[in-house]
């Protein structure tokens, strides 16, 4: 065992190592007996392929580079693809990333479209597609816009020819809805085809604030009749509907706090756990119904298990293995059932399960141990008291290396991470970012502050007007805390976060003595701006439950922007942008650079040309992990072997 200062330990977890593991399957489904799924490609541009699982058990990619199965509807997309057996094999329904367009192809043969490219504002967007080949169409959700101004647009229910009559006809294209509703769910169609239900809000709600249930009936043409709401409202949000086998409603509904299962507005299986999540994607899933009667769910208290529900008798049993976390995402085809799982020591991987039997076993992107795991870390749940006595719920990552510890008298330096959303949390998984730095010397927590999910709306409620307060609070006590408990030097506190995270961080900085420096990554850094103009529709009016409404609290959003307070920032900073992100697009960044300028706090700035909000690319996470690794061992005087110094301007 070897004695080095912290955060000068030998790692086998380079950032290239790191990088190539960044995402994960998604989007599971199954064709005919197949299972197939979205997978990330990092080193091919960061783009997304489709795989599917052959009878032998093989992979195999279906679709080549540069094809990028991602939708972009809402900005964070969609479900993107769809499937169905023919005479001649799979038909196979996708969006490509680069124009957005729906299109349809065999296996084997050239894509073709079966949408047109619009000139107007962000064009034509599809997600979420149900195929109707009984009808020649595919139903879906779009997105249109009709002016360049990112909030000009709207969204319906459409089918859509499958015959290729839409590829430069817009008006082939047949609307199923009206657009009074600003946001819309892709159908589900009941077993004999006569309902449909789908979700739909308004601004200036989000979808974990209230949506609508909503059910049309079908008339033989095809047409959705009598609409109406049948659960659901401004202050209860379903996150979910289908149908089960017997054509009764199934949906996930937080009216009593939690999302919790309704059958035809019955509760299944009521608890204090969540059932459901937020709605960021169209399509996501949090439960399946089997042809048996039974429900895949996926539940729990911050980790969501996979289990099955039996809604007559509310018996509920957990799948067996080592998965802690699954992502939502379910598919089911008779009593098979496909999710996507991982634990603090494997990556996400498709597991199935079988209902009738319970065996479960890994049939898709198993995890491989990219070096020896003992190089993993060892992650702790905690709780910690915040102010007024309010629970805070944390991962604790110390530092660990197997031939590796520190002088008796040193305590490691700590990264607070802070997760984007903010109504969002941070799972409990294996994620080569956090061992490239606990594998180091380096301590990682990641802080689910007031406001995320997966402890019921109550918790997810303390963020309402009070972003920029409750997490800035939250994740200040969580590094203090184990600063005083001798668990992290207090000199050495850092907080990072991307999105709402790079806000958190931002904000720290400027309001808080806590930390010696921060990463900052594609951020909001002032409200004003993002709230009135320069974010994309979905999130526009975000700010108005976060913040307060504009209208009526402007000195809210001026008191608790970073960029209006550049002057108390007074530690060195990273601060990591995507010149392509229409989420929180670089003029914040730079709006709050000049008024840096000539402060001489010690900082960088790094723009990414291609990437957006979310970077994918191999390269490009390299140099992020690199960079950020580089700040820490400057401020926190630490000697990291092989990497290079990043230069800070003043």
């Known amino acids: ?36 799924w979205t997978a990330p490609r990092p ?83 599809w997600a979420d597609p149900q195929p109707r080949p009984e009808r020649g169409e595919v139903w879906c959700v779009l997105e249109e816009f009709t002016g360049d101004g990112p909030t000009d647009v709207r969204r319906v229910l459409v089918a859509v020819p499958l015959d290729g009559s839409a590829a430069d006809d817009r008006h082939a294209v047949r609307e199923l809805t009206d657009d009074r509703h600003r946001f819309v ?14 979700l739909a809000w308004d601004h200036p709600r989000m979808p974990w604030d209230g949506t609508e249930l909503k059910v049309a009936e079908i008339v033989p043409e095809g047409v959705f009749q009598e609409a109406r709401t049948v659960a659901g409202g401004p202050e209860e949000s379903v996150a979910q509907a289908d149908w089960a086998a017997d054509g009764t409603l199934l949906y996930a509904s937080d009216r009593t706090g939690w999302w919790n299962l309704y059958r035809d507005g019955e509760p299944l299986c009521a608890r204090e756990e969540e059932f459901g999540g937020p709605l960021w994607k169209l399509g996501l899933r949090w439960f399946a119904p089997l042809d048996s009667g039974l429900i895949a769910v996926l539940h729990g208290r911050g980790a969501a298990t996979l289990g099955i529900l039996d809604p007559e008798t509310g018996e509920l049993v957990d799948a067996a293995g080592p998965w802690t976390e699954f992502a939502p995402t379910l598919a089911a085809h008779g009593e098979r059932v496909v999710a996507v799982g991982a634990s603090p020591h494997s990556a996400y991987e498709v597991v199935e399960l079988d209902a009738s039997t319970g065996r479960t076993r890994v049939i898709g992107a198993p995890h491989e141990d990219a070096v020896d795991p003992v190089y993993y870390p060892r992650p702790l749940i905690r709780t910690f008291a915040g102010p007024d006595g309010r629970e805070i ?36 998984v294996l994620d080569l970012e956090i061992a490239y730095f606990t594998s180091r010397g380096i301590g990682v927590v990641e802080v689910n502050y007031g406001g995320s999910t997966g402890h019921g709306r109550q918790y997810r409620n303390r963020l309402r007007e009070q972003w920029g307060v409750v997490d800035v609070e939250d994740c200040a006590a969580v590094a203090l805390a184990l600063a005083d408990e001798g668990t992290a030097d207090r000199d050495r506190l850092a907080i990072r976060g991307g999105s709402a995270g790079g806000w958190t961080a931002a904000a720290s900085l400027a309001t808080t003595d806590v930390y010696a420096c921060g990463t900052v990554i594609y951020p909001i850094l002032d409200l004003a701006g993002w709230g009135t103009g320069e974010t994309h529709d979905f999130e526009s009016q975000y700010l108005e439950t976060l913040i307060g409404p504009y209208a009526e609290v402007p000195g809210r959003y001026a008191e608790r922007s970073p960029s209006e307070h550049a002057d108390r920032v007074t530690v060195p900073f990273l601060l990591l942008q995507g010149l392509d992100d229409v989420i929180c697009p670089p003029v914040q960044c730079e709006r709050f650079l000049a008024r840096m300028a000539g402060r001489g706090v010690p900082h960088a700035y790094i723009a990414f040309e291609g990437e957006g909000h979310g970077f994918r690319r191999a390269e490009t996470m390299v140099r992020v992990l690199e960079s950020e690794l580089s700040l820490y061992a400057q401020v926190f005087g630490l000697n990291p072997p092989g990497v290079q110094t990043l230069e800070l301007t003043k």
């Open 1 to 36: 065992m070897q004695t080095l200062a912290y955060g000068s330990w030998p790692s086998p977890i380079d950032a290239a190592l790191a990088a190539a593991h960044d995402g994960r399957p998604d989007d599971v489904g199954f064709v005919g007996d197949e299972v197939w």
């Open 43 to 125: 080193t091919e541009g960061g783009r997304r392929t489709l795989v599917r699982r052959r009878p032998d058990g093989t992979e195999e990619p279906v679709l080549p580079a540069p094809w990028n199965v991602r939708s972009r509807v809402i900005e964070y997309g969609g479900r993107p693809w769809a499937a169905f057996l023919t005479d001649a094999g799979p038909l196979v329904l996708f969006v490509n990333f680069a124009d957005q367009r729906l299109y349809a192809f065999e296996p084997g043969g050239e894509p073709r479209p079966l949408t047109p490219v619009s000139p107007v504002g962000g064009g034509l967007r």
């Open 393 to 428: 719920h944390a991962h604790v990552y110390p530092p660990h290396h197997p031939e590796c510890t520190a002088p008796g008298d040193e305590l490691p330096p700590y990264v607070v991470w802070a997760h984007g959303g903010p109504t969002s949390r941070s799972p409990l």
């Open 185 to 198: 769910t892709g159908p589900r169609l009941s077993p004999d085809g006569r309902r449909a239900a789908w």
